[in-house]
Each structure stands twice: as C-alpha cells, then as structure tokens.
C-alpha cells in the first residue's frame, strides 16, 4: 500500500524549504546590519563629535587597522579567563559533588562560599594588587572568583535532583553506590551543570576585566583604560567589540559541549511540525 | 482703634527687620569647582580664596570637589557636568582635538611639572637610557599620557616601549610604586613626590620630564564648557570666580605660611612642611618668559604655538589654525583683581 506521494511537487517544495530556511537565518544579521545603519546615519546627520558617539564605520577601521594590536591583548584576557574558568570548574565540581554528599560539610562549607560570593569583586580586586601585583594572577583570581558559585550551585541542585524513583530502580537493578552515581546520579546532573557553566562563561570574561581594570599592564580590559585616556573612542568600542566576540565564541563553545555531551536532553530536542 | 495699633507695630517690626540686615547678607551663589586630582598643595591658593573670603566677596558660595584624573574631569566638563574644572592644559588640547566643547580661560601652571617619581632606593629612570623597559604607572584618565607620548616621540621612542601600568585610582598609582610593582609613576614633582615620602616614610625621588628632554607644555588650567559660558548669567559668575581666584593665587604668593595653614585644614594628611614644599614648588612654575609680568593666569599665544608644535610632532595632535580655540584671556581680572568686589 502506497502512500500518498508527494513525488508531483519535489524540488520546487525542498528548495523553497530551503530558501525558507536560509532566510530565517538571516534574520538576526538583518536586524544588526539595520541597527548600524541607523547608527551610522544618526552619527553622520547630527554631527556627534568622535569622542561621544564614532561611526560605525570608524569603529570598524579601527578594529580591521589594529587588528595585531586587538590579537595581543586579546590573547591575554583570553588566558586569564579561560584559567580562572577552568580553575572554577576544576574546584566546584568537586566540591558540589561534596556538599551533596555529606550534610555535615555541606553546612561547614556553604556559609563561607555564600559570603565569598556577596563580596563584591570590584572590592577585593584592589587587594588582590597589592598581594599579587599586575601579573595574571589577580584576573585568573577574579575570573575563578566570579565563575566559581554559579557551577557549584547548579551543579550542587543537579546533583540533588535525581528522582527517588529514578534511585529504586538503579538499586532495584543491583546497581553498587558507585555505579548509583556515576550512571544515575551524575547524568541526570548535567543539564543542570552546563546551565551554570554557561551562566559562569558569560561571568569569566567580565571578572577578567574587572581584574585588568584594577591594575594592568597588558589585556584587553588595560587597553580600554588606555584608548579612554587617549580620546581614541572609536579604537575603545573596537576593544568592546572584540571583548563581546570573545565571550559570544566562549558562550556558544560550551553550548556546543553541552549539545555532545547531553543530546537526548529536552533543551535540543528539534521543534520538527512533521511527527 | 486696636485693629490699626497692631498693623502699625507690624509695619514697624518689619521696617526694624529690614533695616537691621547687615548689608552684604545676600544670598550667596552657588559655585562648583572640579579639581583635577585629589587635594594637594598645588590646590592651596584656592582654598585660599575661599578661606580669607575671597569669593564671598564677589557673592560667590564656591564648593571645590576633588578629581580623579585630567582626561576624565574634561571629560565631565565636555558634558556640562561640571562645566568649570582644573585640568592640564595638554590634555584639554586633546580633547579639544575630539570634538570637546571646552576652552583654558586661564592657566595657572606655565610650565609642565610632569615627573618620573620612584623610590630613592630605586631611582629608575633618572637617566634616558634607563627608560626603556622601566614599569611606569599611571591612572587611566591622568594628565600624563599628553605630555608622556610627546616626551618619548622627541626621544625617538614609543608609548610602548615603557611597560605602562594603568591602576584604577590616584592611590593605587602611589600603592604600585610604593609596593615595587611599578619602578616610577608620572605625577607631579610638587605632588606625589614628597606626598609620598610623607605617608609611607619612604625617600621618594624624581625626575622632571622638562629636564630629562626639555620637554614642557602648558600646565594646569581653569577650562570651562562652551556652551555653558554663552548664556550671561554664567560668564557673570564665571569672571567674578576668575578675580577671585586671581586674588587667592595673588595672596598666596604673599602669605605661603597662611596658604599652608588653611591647606593644612582642608586636607588633614599634610603637614606644614609637605604644604610649604608643594605650594612654593607650585609658584615656581606659574609664569614663562613671555606671561613675565602680565595679570596672573593670562597665557601666551607663543606658549600655546609651542605646546601645539610639541603634540602635533610627537602625539598625533590635528593642528587648530586658530589657537584661540584652546584659550582666551578675556574673562580674567586686572590687578589688583579686587574689582569684581561686591
């Protein structure tokens, strides 16, 4: 029994899928390329001076002409936060497999790190200066610092959230406090470990300039301080502009770690209209 | 009868109230003054002026704020923040440069303080081959990168050939160099220098840009924000603010003892000797040879061709074809400066 073919209409209904489907894509594009127009526009109308407002097209002089520069300083808050994250990651899953092992050093350990995590970091970063100087540690500090109580946390509840069902059936099944653990408890855990990994990537690059801000002399965050008091504002938004591709890569790498490491979770499954 | 005695005693009572208010007690006019950094004894004369009534004579109520740094305070005198601040004159050149709507209307440091300041026991870069390489600090938003950037074009040299350290406040620079994070800041001889050695008992030492590579711009300046100063109102209080400063500098010159005394109780952390050391380094520096004798602030048109030819060689400075886009002389007082007396 055949059924009901579609063979009368094929190429012209992929192709226009397709189409369709390219357009849809474009539509975030579209949407930036619109806003720097208008931008652009309104900069060269009204005749902002470059000090308040440069042009987008300044901007991106700037950014393509001193793309070396951007690389090197780049490259260094690049470092510095990707070794206070991993520093972050290293220490809080550990540690919230250990808070939700035992009571007792939960209660010993969570009053410590909630009071680690209120400090604001703009204030101890000063003192991280006069301990560490202005070499990468106090950032890779700060960066750790700031990435660190969103993991622990969400990996902390991911780790708590397998059912007492889901717990039955593996021991039900014969399964030793180990196996327990590593096939139950820690799979079910990570969907809600990436969400705070994700929240901490977007957090690293931010505390990472934070750092640089206090006292530096190389990164991108120093580069800010030094186009400001240069008057070079549009070499400035270049520097933003850099900063935001960097944390836009770091974010969706995690993402894309997420999507390997836990494809059967809801959070990828296709919205397909056909099923 | 009773209903006409009570008007009458009213009438009476207000006629003694008014003729007993003492003559000069109309209400004073708001006035605010952003410093370039925070206090130091470069500040004194006007604390002087506020201090020995000099500006409550004009009928000006002025508060003096402090700041964190050249650039920036151009920056809040470029949005009208605070449409009258102290900055140095080479950076408002710049700024002025990128479109800031700001103007010198007077300056009071001719020649440019601008030093290397390290720790005696470590006295790097006193010499020019010393240089490169040195981990010098500055606060992002300080005066010194103007002058700095000149400096190394006319050693033939780069910004980055020195290891420029940006921290975040006026106190972290000190902290950097006191702590050997840093060899030397770019400060003022007359201000971090013996601040230093005060606060933290360390000999302090230091080098003057002006003696190492003859390098020296205008200095510090009263700038205001253009539009501001067009309604009259202001330019009013502007030029009365102006004589009375005149007057504070004037006298200051005159009594530095009093001068340090009245430093001393606006910023507690001095003492008399700091105070006398940074006020008479301050002095030294108000005139060049062709403002000799001319009212105090009054600038030359040769010293602001030379600051602009200094930037425009070494710092990428755009040339103004008309200077008087930097300064005028116009709103500042004749001796003796007491004529916008009220």
């Known amino acids: 029994m055949a059924l009901v073919s579609d063979s009368g209409k094929p190429d012209t209904v992929t192709s226009g899928a397709t189409a369709a489907a390219f357009l849809r894509r474009l539509t975030p594009l579209a949407g930036v390329a619109g806003f720097l127009l208008l931008w652009q526009v309104f900069v060269v109308a009204w005749g902002v001076p470059a000090y308040l407002l440069p042009a987008p097209s300044a901007i991106g002089h700037a950014f393509i002409s001193q793309l070396p520069l951007l690389l090197d300083h780049g490259w260094t808050t690049v470092y510095e936060m990707l070794a206070g994250y991993a520093m972050a990651v290293c220490i809080a899953i550990p540690l919230a497999i250990a808070i939700t092992s035992s009571r007792r050093f939960n209660q010993l350990v969570m009053p410590t790190m909630l009071f680690f995590q209120i400090i604001p970091k703009v204030a101890i970063a000063p003192l991280f200066l006069v301990w560490f100087g202005v070499g990468p540690t106090p950032k890779i500090l700060v960066a750790f610092l700031i990435s660190f109580f969103p993991i622990v946390i969400d990996a902390a509840v991911g780790l708590r959230s397998m059912s007492t069902e889901m717990a039955d059936l593996a021991r039900s099944m014969g399964a030793s406090r180990w196996q327990v653990f590593a096939q139950f408890r820690l799979p079910t855990s990570l969907p809600y470990l990436f969400s705070g990994l994700k929240v901490a990537a977007t957090l690293a690059i931010a505390g990472t300039v934070v750092g640089e801000f206090v006292g530096a002399d190389k990164g991108l965050g120093y580069l800010l301080l030094v186009t400001n008091s240069n008057m070079e504002a549009a070499l400035m938004f270049a520097t933003i502009l850099a900063l935001t591709i960097i944390g836009l890569i770091f974010y969706y790498l995690v993402e894309m770690l997420e999507t390997f490491l836990i494809p059967w979770h809801v959070s990828h499954r296709v919205e397909s209209g056909t099923m | ?342």
């Open chain 2, 1 to 342: 009868m009773k209903r006409r005695d009570i008007i009458l005693s009213l009438m009476a009572a207000a006629a003694a109230v008014t003729l007993t208010v003492p003559a000069g007690a109309q209400t004073l006019e708001k006035f605010t003054f952003r410093l370039n950094w925070t206090l130091y004894g470069e500040h004194a004369p006007f604390f002087v002026a506020r201090d020995k009534g000099f500006y409550k004579d004009v009928g000006l109520d002025v508060e003096i704020l402090e700041g964190s740094g050249s650039t920036t305070v151009a920056q809040l005198t470029a949005n009208a923040t605070n449409p009258v601040s102290y900055v140095d004159a080479a950076t408002m050149m710049r700024g002025i440069n990128a479109g800031m709507p700001i103007k010198a209307v007077g300056v009071t440091l001719q020649q440019s303080p601008m030093s290397f300041i390290y720790r005696a026991d470590n006295p790097r870069p006193s010499k020019i081959d010393q240089i490169k390489d040195s981990r010098i600090a500055i606060t992002a938003g300080d005066a010194s990168l103007a002058i700095f950037t000149a400096f190394m074009g006319k050693l033939n040299m780069k910004v980055s050939d020195v290891k420029l350290i940006t921290v975040a406040n006026p106190a972290a620079k000190e902290q950097a160099v006191l702590g050997g994070q840093a060899d030397a800041l770019l400060g003022y001889f007359m201000d971090q220098g013996p601040r230093m050695q005060l606060k933290s008992g360390v000999k302090m030492g230091w080098s003057r840009l002006t003696d190492m590579a003859g390098i020296t711009t205008l200095s510090s300046a009263i700038i205001v924000n253009n539009d501001w100063v067009k309604d009259p109102k202001n330019l009013d209080q502007l030029k009365r603010f102006l004589a009375a400063s005149q007057r504070g500098w004037e006298d200051t010159r005159k009594n530095v003892d009093d001068a340090a005394a009245i430093f001393i109780k606006a910023a507690p952390s001095f003492n008399t000797e700091i105070a006398l050391l940074e006020i008479n380094g301050t002095l030294s520096i108000t005139n060049t040879k062709h403002t000799q004798g001319k009212p105090l602030f009054w600038s030359a048109k040769e010293d602001w061709q030379e600051s602009q030819d200094l930037l425009e060689k070494y710092a990428g400075l755009t040339a103004q074809p008309d200077l008087g886009k930097y300064y005028t002389n116009e709103y500042l007082a004749q001796p003796p400066y007491t004529a916008g007396k009220k």
